[in-house]
């Protein structure tokens, strides 16, 4: 048990050194934690289990001490106005801590050095500044911290000529993103005087020239989170890494790029930025997002490069209760998107698993598994069948969700794109059915006599049945007071 009155001392402690870090607790553990499992793992190899434990006990501090942040939370930023820790930001928060420690405690031992443990750590530590930033260059800063370490993490371990150009493809399509985005945050600076979408001069002049640069800012966000036409990087890498790194740039990223939209959307909505070319850029983004990603997830063989296409569609899905831009519709996307990390955490996992069980990770390698280990096969149909939106997991619950704030009468979009959007979301989802449903056809209808020649590791898929049950109960039981809480946190995004 974590001692909230320990925890309070030290966030009163900091918070009295001028740092604001009394509303930042939970970022400055992931520092200390990075820092500490980096020196520690110094002293040699024999120390790697006990990077493991600082490392993951760390994540689980600093979600620990987020629970106590929503009664001490001011209503001013802090750090010069660039970071606003409200009480989305700690809805946020918390569930980015645990699962950067749910990441760590997966990762196969040999491989979780010191400075993997600090990367992954530093990740999380992005990612949660992300869920905070109201200034341009914070935003910046946040996404290129994540992508750096993505970067690197992508790069270890390179073993074959697939993975070292899987690294490289990743950071030559990141450094370009990047630049896209500073070019186009500098060019609102020059035509604003302000680096505050939040502030009322900002969208005072508003034009169709200052949305145009605001698109091209974008190009960062939509890199990270693996939408059209920002998406080329994600099955190379994906096919290219192994499956833990492409659990990490599957999850953390795209839910920091995903917060970053809505601050930004919060943001501008009611100055008027978030109107043409923005909105409809963002839309059309979206339905190409989903479209292309599950039409090229059809003819897939690859695992991996399966999930990646998935990916890109997922993105489409997310980017839909953003474009909504009410408060029902951050709702359903901040509810989505809880709901995507943990089905699309279970599903890697365990295809992860029953991949090594034959040392293949193509379709075909599944054939049979299910009639070998049922509670897997079961729990990543469970997965599956979230991922696609079937009742009665929570996946359906949330892209009904999404869809329906598209249809509600406070939504920012016009009725073209309102109606145009869900179509294409009902339509894809549909679509989705064909390509999520060949891994279990494969695992309990399909035979091989292909021996099994490696090893199983029942008990680093306890997380994954966790993530399982999760996604099948709350589609049944819970989610209307999830939804009512989350609603309740958002009324005053």
């Not at 499992?37 to 979600?63: E, M, N, Y």
Request: charged fraction near 10%.
């Amino acid at each position: 048990m974590i001692d909230q009155s320990f925890l309070a001392a030290l966030r009163d402690y900091i918070a009295g050194s001028g740092l604001g870090a009394g509303y930042l607790l939970p970022e400055y553990i992931l520092l200390a934690a990075a820092v500490v499992s980096l020196l520690v793992s110094l002293g040699g190899s024999g120390l790697q289990p006990v990077v493991r434990l600082l490392a993951i006990g760390g994540a689980l501090l600093a979600a620990g001490s987020g629970w106590g942040l929503p009664s001490v939370l001011p209503d001013q930023s802090v750090w010069a106005g660039m970071l606003h820790p409200d009480r989305v930001s700690v809805l946020v928060r918390v569930p980015v801590c645990l699962l950067t420690g749910l990441l760590l405690g997966v990762w196969p031992r040999p491989h979780l050095r010191g400075e993997t443990a600090m990367l992954i750590l530093i990740m999380g530590f992005s990612v949660c500044l992300m869920s905070m930033a109201t200034q341009l260059m914070m935003m910046f800063m946040a996404l290129e911290f994540a992508s750096i370490c993505g970067y690197l993490l992508a790069g270890f371990h390179r073993q074959t000529a697939r993975q070292a150009e899987a690294s490289v493809k990743y950071l030559l399509y990141g450094m370009v993103s990047a630049a896209l985005s500073l070019y186009g945050f500098s060019w609102l600076y020059g035509l604003t005087g302000s680096l505050m979408p939040g502030d009322p001069d900002f969208t005072t002049t508003w034009g169709w020239q200052h949305g145009l640069m605001l698109v091209l800012g974008l190009s960062g966000i939509l890199f990270k989170i693996s939408a059209v036409p920002f998406h080329f990087w994600a099955p190379d890498v994906y096919e290219g890494v192994s499956w833990h790194t492409a659990t990490l740039l599957a999850l953390l990223p795209k839910a920091g790029g995903i917060l970053l939209l809505m601050r930004l959307s919060a943001s501008l909505y009611a100055g008027g930025g978030w109107a043409f070319p923005v909105s409809d850029g963002l839309a059309a983004v979206a339905i190409l997002s989903m479209t292309l990603g599950n039409l090229a997830a059809l003819s897939q063989q690859h695992l991996r490069r399966m999930m990646a296409y998935a990916g890109i569609a997922q993105a489409g899905y997310l980017l839909l209760g953003i474009l909504a831009a009410h408060p029902g519709g951050m709702t359903a996307t901040l509810f989505y998107l809880l709901i995507y990390t943990g089905m699309t955490g279970g599903a890697f996992l365990l295809l992860d698993a029953l991949g090594q069980v034959r040392g293949r990770e193509d379709l075909a390698g599944l054939a049979g598994l299910g009639k070998k280990f049922p509670l897997a096969a079961t729990a990543l149909t469970i997965c599956l069948t979230a991922l696609v939106g079937l009742p009665p997991t929570a996946g359906f619950i949330g892209k009904w969700q999404l869809i329906s704030s598209l249809l509600d009468t406070r939504t920012a979009l016009s009725p073209g794109w309102a109606i145009g959007l869900a179509v294409a979301a009902i339509l894809n989802t549909v679509l989705s059915l064909f390509f999520y449903f060949r891994i279990p056809i494969q695992l309990f209808l399909r035979s091989s006599d292909e021996p099994i020649t490696g090893s199983w590791r029942g008990s680093y898929l306890i997380p994954a049945y966790a993530l399982a049950v999760l996604v099948l109960g709350l589609g049944m039981v819970g989610f209307d007071r999830i939804l009512d809480f989350i609603a309740g946190v958002m009324w005053n995004f």
